[in-house]
């Protein structure tokens, strides 16, 4: 009788994702792997032929969480990109390790900030117009402006140089939006 497979894919994703979401991809090890999750490598290898490949699947998993983290964010503001920067700023605060594997690598996996920002819903094209929508002549010159606020915002609370709270952080960004529109 064959011998029961213990240590599943689904397993070591979610115990390698979590591992990344606390303390960063680069500290994602097949060594550290295998002790988090009570194996040795060998079920490691034997489901993955490199690290590389399972840090894509990571990867692939945390950009899925950024639009579950996106899609449950509050998106009451009439002022276009005000939510999206709420979301990322907020993101960039609850998720910094996996903010910086997201958007502050070089290595996405050929996939870009854009993409992984717009993700499945459009976020940004939905943005651009209810810009349009609300007269803005130029929607991507004001998410390119707005943009550059939004990411400089989430950046600095990767370093801890950003305390202003959320109820700051809207009216900032909504001063922000009528500067640009």
Known sequence: MARKE??????????AFLMAKQEGIENVTA???????????????????NMDDLWKEIFTKAVAFFEFFYDKCSK?????FV????GYIKFSRE???LFKMLFLSENRYDVSMYEILNGNGGIVAEQMNKAKASGCANPGDLFTKMWMFIHGAACMCITKDYDLDDAETLK?????YESFK
């Open 31 to 49: 060594r550290k792997l295998a002790a988090k999750a009570g194996c040795s490598t060998q079920p490691i290898f034997r489901l993955y032929e």
């Open 83 to 86: 939510d999206l920067g709420m």
């Open 172 to 176: 900032l960004l909504k001063a922000t």
């Open 76 to 80: 009451d503001s009439k002022e276009p």
């Open 6 to 15: 213990t240590i599943t894919k689904q397993y070591l994703i979610d115990t």
């Open 95 to 97: 998720n910094p390790q």
